[in-house]
């Protein structure tokens, strides 16, 4: 068993690279890819205790990139399953960090219009490397200006709320040519969650991503069901696509997520998924 889409404190997860490293050995996994979100620092601290356990370790990250002409946004996880990325990939990927950082500038000003004295400093003592929309959701419960969560998102942070502030990520077919170039395969993350409900309009898009550049569809993960499953399993027949998977954990943050077998079990990513990647 091995899961190829997780999350360390490094990102929007709760344990660190190395407690990650540890679970994973203790629930069996063969092989574990790190995803964090715009950032290779789990991934680098975590490369040292897998090999003292003998963990496969693949590096691996979790990109927002942007559909051309459409506000849509698609999520892009890059593997690197041979070797690490190249410099020029890892520069790239700061440049992401300097973007995101300018978005919680404009983010924190936008809050602070509401009422709500929060500081961009408190949220980056949560964020760590990558400070992003979960941080400030955290902050914003811890200091009582919502309830929860979801209720952090609704007031403040989701697409809809008045503070709202749109991130300038990279085009689908750029983040697709960094990752291919760096050295990895561009993969459609989660398909379910590009909220198409129409299957044809699903596929349609499936193949619009085939045609900017992305060579693999996440298969497996915790918000499919076994009918999606079946759905993305022909997707990737029909157009040459390599196959992934992984429970997306992120430790407390999605406490009903369990590392390698997602919700309720409903995640078994067997190793020749990985052992095909690579080959591909």
């Known amino acids: 068993m091995i899961d190829l889409h997780t999350h360390t404190n490094e990102s929007d997860g ?24 715009d950032t290779l620092a789990g991934y680098d601290q975590a490369v040292e205790p897998a090999r003292a356990g003998g963990l496969d370790l693949v590096c691996a990250i979790e990109l927002s990139a942007k559909l051309p002409g459409k506000a849509r946004s698609v999520h892009v996880l890059g593997y690197f399953v041979h070797q690490p990325p190249t410099s020029e990939f890892r520069n790239w990927v700061r440049e992401l960090l300097a973007s995101r950082r300018d978005r919680n500038i404009r983010l924190v000003e936008q809050i602070q219009k509401l009422g709500v004295p929060l500081q961009l400093e408190e949220v980056e003592r949560v964020g760590r490397s990558l400070t992003g929309r979960p941080h400030f959701a955290r902050v914003l419960v811890e200091k009582r200006y919502a309830s929860d969560y979801e209720d952090a998102f609704r007031k403040y942070l989701d697409e ?44 349609s898009l499936v193949r619009e991503l085939k045609d900017h550049g992305l060579g ?65």
């Open 160 to 203: 809809t709320a008045p503070s709202f502030v749109e991130r300038h990520g990279p085009a689908v077919p750029l983040a697709a040519q960094r990752i291919t170039s760096g050295g990895g395969v561009a993969v459609i993350a989660h398909p379910i969650r590009l909220g198409l409900r129409d299957p044809a309009a699903e596929e």
């Open 14 to 37: 709760t344990p660190t690279p190395g407690e990650l490293v540890d679970r994973a050995l203790s629930v069996g996994l063969e092989a574990l890819a790190i995803t964090d979100h």
């Open 216 to 280: 693999g569809i996440e298969v497996y993960h915790s918000d499919h069901t076994p009918r999606q499953v079946e759905r993305y399993l022909g997707y990737a027949k029909k157009y040459d696509l390599a196959i992934t998977g992984g429970s997306d954990f992120h430790g407390e943050s999605k406490p009903d997520i369990a590392l390698g077998t997602g919700r309720r079990g409903n995640v078994q990513v067997p190793r020749s998924v990985l052992d095909a990647l690579r080959r591909r």
